[in-house]
């Protein structure tokens, strides 16, 4: 039950000329006169949400289901996937990869703004750390995180 998947976006959901080349092992698999760099989709996922997390408009990462298991997870010793990778899939082939990531935006920030930032965060640090093109990143806004001042408990009535 992780977020981590290498199935999270499909090659169907794309432009033909933007497909993901598939490797037969979990990761790609950079080729050079001098041997090969295999390179697993755990990682991309990480350096995806360590990039997301970068981005100030981000208040979480995930799916409000999924976050509610992630924090029960990361109260349990040994339990499971970090919060790195909490909302993040990725796709990786020979050379390149494709990355779905689930935020929770702040209330008040520009959601294109901070999508944008995200998109162009990840992709830098992807394809600059691993040397994959980086073909797709989708964000999908999921909830909108609005801050308390604190004074819930302490409303007035609107009657006397």
């Known amino acids: 039950m992780t977020d981590t998947t290498t199935s999270g976006v499909t090659a169907a959901t794309r432009a033909p000329s933007q497909s993901v080349e598939r490797s037969a092992g979990s990761g790609a698999a950079l080729q050079t006169e001098h041997g090969t760099t295999s390179i697993s989709s755990t990682v991309v996922a990480k350096i995806a949400g360590l990039a997301t997390q970068e981005i100030p408009g981000v208040q979480a990462m995930g799916k409000s289901l999924t ?4 924090s029960i997870r990361s109260k349990v010793p040994g339990g499971g996937t970090s919060a790195t ?8 082939g020979e050379r390149q990869a494709a990355v779905d990531i689930d935020i929770v935006a702040y ?17 830098d640090q ?13 964000v999908s806004v999921d909830d909108l995180y609005i801050p308390s001042d604190g004074s819930d408990d ?3 009535s609107r009657v006397a």
């Open 154 to 156: 302490a409303q007035e």
């Open 126 to 138: 992807i394809e600059s750390m691993t040397g994959l093109e980086v073909v797709e990143v989708n």
């Open 85 to 92: 990778t909490q909302g993040v899939s990725v796709e990786v």
């Open 107 to 123: 209330y008040g920030q520009s959601i294109v703004e901070t999508a944008d930032a995200i998109r162009q965060n990840v992709i």
């Open 67 to 70: 976050r509610a298991f992630g």
